[in-house]
């Protein structure tokens, strides 16, 4: 065993040896003599770097340079620090310190702080670094251009200067802090407890592994958020290229919220000046969404709990940096599957916007689900206060200009605010602005739907267009849809009601720069056509033989009046002018009845006022209606007026119009008294008028 112990002390003396020589040999090698360089090299980058102290060696475990205090900060402003770092070590190769060369193999940066502020102005504090660095590269280039050319002499060789050399191997951040401050918005973010370890960064080398842990917290964020990113890269020669196989990163939030993210392929270019090649796939998954929404301190829940749980998106990236495709393109939001491709293009001039397409192919989709819970209803006077006192919300105008887009959806059905909808198709541009609706095409309750417009947003306030049809479309559920109650209804309530097959066409346009305004200035006309339209609960047949019944002084007909009217061949026009809208030429038949009239719906005061007339046809109302025996009341359009609140409105509604029924009361006065006296009908005038106006009282006010 004495060999063994003889052998050890030799090994330790020899070690000792071969360290004491190469501390000799550093000592000979002054690591300052770089010093001035390093920092006037910074300055004229416009970088004020501080090393506090010299230059130092450390001999183990590995042979490096250490640097102290370092601090780096804009040139106008070096008391103001972008980076600090309490300690830098550089690793550098043993051969090359032999022929007084320094090649670094591995940077080691403790505790390093970064700072990043923007101002009151919006300015951030690196901008001072680029801009100078930007006037120092205008500099450099215009002293090129006013140099005069120099003669093409051969210049002796000359003996290669000591420098230092960039070969890293490793790289290791240990502690490393990142602080995000803007001023202007009051937002502040931070990267802490950040650790970076990434071997083999040689260029034309070996794959090599990259490990990334922080955690993440800011003003938006209620608790933090740990990151995590293992990757494996490899760098091509001459810092042309990425080879990514893969980069796994995994984001953990409150409440057992998780994304991960799949990325694997690689960046590529040609030359230094040419432009990168991307290919790359991308697998993106997030569990449960709801779970980060509270992350970044939303309240929002969606009606369904089986809503906002999971997303799943897979794409192949090909393109440049300068247009980039994702295709094919698959997004899975719960249940919900859409398959399409998207685009991105830069912009190509100095004037020009960027250009961003997406075209998708979906099943059903429940939008609804995805919507927060219904609130407590006001009541309707509390509603209408909050109408009137709601003030207008300016339009992002700006937000809505600076790029061009394309938006392409088909779906195979839609649930939306409780509409059910039949393969529904959009189909919109926007250029730098100006927002085209190519097509908006749906199947809609047993009927089709299609419109186009434009909305340009430009100038300083918005113009909007908009022409379409519903055609065949059964309104009763249209009606449901929009005025859909979770309240439980009474048993003896008479709600009005509208059913059939209906057709709309319209044609609209607005303008302004808020809410409001948009409203306020909307002008639109719309035409309504129906073979047959139910309404319910008045039945105008029943008020029309009341009318007649009291006129000619004959029974009412011993049936059951149903509480509908059923109105054929309805035609009518609407004219919208803001929160006004005017219905003009009102046009139908009630079996033997013609109806006539206009009305106007004032959607600000939530009422509707309708002057409506019912002329007889025939000697009968219908086929088992009433009869008319005085041929006078035929033809002839008997005054009704429907007048009252949305939630006021009921059987009760329509009733005689008194303003009209005097000029009728008038007219059959001026027949009678001519008819019976002659030249002495001024005298009986007075008595029959009076006589006439009881008769006519109370008309429509029965129950019977």
Known sequence: ?????????????????????????????????????????????????????????????????????????????????????????????????????????????????????VDQNGKGNWELITEAMEAKAKLDEKQQQEQPPKLDVPEESAEPAQGLELALEQLRLEDGVLRYTDKQTGTEYAISKLHISADNLVPGGKPGEVQLRAEIAGSDLPKPVNLDIHSTLAIDEGLNGLRVQPANIKLTGA??????????????????????????????????????????????????????????????????????????????????????????????????????????????????DYLPPPAAGPQPDELTADVAAAQPVPLPLESMRGFNAKLDLTLEKLHALDFEIDQPQLAVNVNNGLYQLNKLAAGLYGGTLNSTGVFNARGNSARG?????????????????????????????????????????????????????????????????????????????????????????????????????????????????????????????????????????DLEQQQFDFALGLALVGEKTSGNGCSVQNSRWRNRALPLRCKAKFDEAGATTCKPDSRRLDDLIREELKYKAEKKYGDKVEEKTEELKDKLKDKFKGLFNRGD
């Open 1 to 117: 065993m004495a060999w063994i112990k003889r052998g050890l002390i030799t090994l330790v003396v020899l070690f000792a040896l071969f360290a004491g020589v190469i501390a000799w040999f550093l000592s000979g090698l002054d690591a300052n003599q770089y010093k001035p360089k390093i920092v006037k090299l910074a300055a004229d980058q416009g970088i004020a770097l501080t090393l506090d102290g010299d230059i130092g060696w450390q001999i183990w475990p590995n042979i490096a340079l250490k640097l102290e205090g370092v601090k780096l900060a804009p040139l106008a402003l070096p008391s103001e620090s972008l980076l600090e770092a309490d300690k830098v070590a550089v690793g550098v190769a043993l051969m090359p310190l032999l022929d007084k060369r320094i090649e670094a193999k591995e940077v080691v940066l403790l505790g390093p702080q970064v700072a990043l502020t």
């Open 465 to 601: 267009e908009l022409s379409g049809g519903l055609t065949g479309v059964e309104i009763s559920k249209v009606q449901e849809a929009l005025f859909a109650s979770d309240e439980p209804e009474a048993a003896n309530a008479k709600k009005v009601t509208l059913s059939g097959k209906t057709d709309l066409t319209w044609v609209g346009q607005t303008n302004g720069a808020d809410t409001l305004a948009l409203q306020k200035n909307l002008r639109a006309a719309v035409q309504l056509n129906s073979k047959e339209l139910s309404l319910a609960p008045f039945n105008l047949e029943k008020g029309m033989c009341q009318l007649v019944s009291y006129a000619e002084k004959t029974p009412m007909p011993e049936k059951e009046w149903p509480a509908q009217t059923r109105l054929q061949d309805l035609r009518t026009s609407v004219n919208l002018n803001g929160d006004v809208a005017k219905v003009e030429g009102i046009n139908a038949g009630i079996e033997n009845i013609a109806l006539t009239g206009d009305g106007t719906v």
């Open 255 to 368: 409440e057992g919220a998780e994304a991960k993210i799949n990325l694997r392929g690689n960046v590529r270019r040609a030359k230094s000046d040419a432009p990168w090649q991307i290919q790359l796939n991308l697998n993106v998954d997030v569990e449960p969404i709801t779970g980060w929404l509270a992350a970044v301190g939303s309240e929002f829940k969606p009606q369904s709990s089986s809503a906002l749980q999971k997303l799943h998106i897979e794409t192949d990236i090909s393109g440049t940096d300068k247009q980039m495709f994702l295709e094919p393109l698959q997004l899975v939001l719960d249940d919900n599957r859409l398959e399409g491709s998207a685009s991105f293009q830069a912009s190509t001039t100095a004037n020009g916007v960027p250009s961003v397409s997406l075209s998708l192919t979906g099943g059903e989709l429940n939008v609804d």
